[in-house]
Every structure is written in C-alpha cells, then in structure tokens.
C-alpha cells in the first residue's frame, strides 16, 4: 500500500512538473519573462523533486518498481484533471495535498524500515510545494 502511495506521488510530481513546463513555454504579453522564468524554476525544481522519490522507491521497493509507462498512464489523469482546471495555484495546491496524504500514511502503515527518514522527506517535498504556492498566489492571486 505504501507502494503504491510513493507511485502515485511521483506520478503527481511529474504531472506538475509537465504542466509548469508546458505553462512555460506559453507564457505570453507584458509579463513574459517573469512568467517564463517562474514556470522554469518549478519544472526544473520538480525534475529533482522526481528523482529524489524515485531513488528512494528503487531503494526500499526496487528500480524494477519504476516502469516508465505505468508512470506516465498514472500521470495523464492528473494532467487532465489540472488542465481542466486551469490555475497554476491549483496545480502547487493539488502536489501539497497529495504530499500530506502519502505522509499520513508513512506514519500509519508502518510498512517502512525507516519511517521518520521517509516522512520527513515527504514533509520537505510538501514545504517546497508551499513555497512555490505562495510565489504562484503572489504572481496570480488565488485562482
């Protein structure tokens, strides 16, 4: 069940990190370039976020468990979804609250050799999505 929790949350990561991207490269009018180079700090941010779980997952789970296309066919709804909904505030809101569900059950399942390492990571991965969050309100309100 933890598992498939991680998964799910690296799956997540990379649905923002493909919508920061794609918002990158349509930032468009007066406000261009802080837009470009908001966006391009939060998918590069993301990138590294991405592979700090997935070497965790391959660390107590195997890299066997990181099979490329169940990650992205986990990802494509959760791009659908945000995309709907069109708000790069929702997308840093939907990423902290996935982070608090996968810690909560860090600190339930007692599945994990290591559950403070492992929920502190978590913990940080949701601390760094808040900041990016209030950078997103401050540029976009909270829409």
């Not at 180079?37 to 779980?53: C, P, R, S, V």
Request: hydrophobic share 45%; aromatic share 10%.
């Amino acid at each position: 069940m933890l598992l498939s929790a991680l998964l799910n949350l690296w799956a997540d990561l990379r649905a923002a990190h493909h919508l920061y991207w794609t918002l990158h490269w349509q930032a468009r009018g007066p406000s261009f370039y802080g837009d470009h180079n908001l966006f391009a700090g939060l998918y590069q941010e993301k990138a590294g976020q991405i592979d700090a779980l997935a070497e965790i997952i391959a660390a107590h789970y195997g890299s066997d468990k990181l099979d490329p296309i169940k990650a992205w066919a986990a990802a494509m709804p959760k791009v659908e979804q945000l995309t709907a909904g069109q708000s790069a505030v929702k997308i840093a809101e939907y990423v902290i609250q996935c982070c608090e569900s996968t810690n909560e059950l860090i600190l339930e399942s007692g599945e994990c050799p290591y559950p403070a390492g492992l929920s502190n990571f978590v913990s940080d991965l949701s601390t760094k999505n808040i900041k990016d969050l209030y950078m997103l309100k401050q540029r976009f309100g909270s829409k």
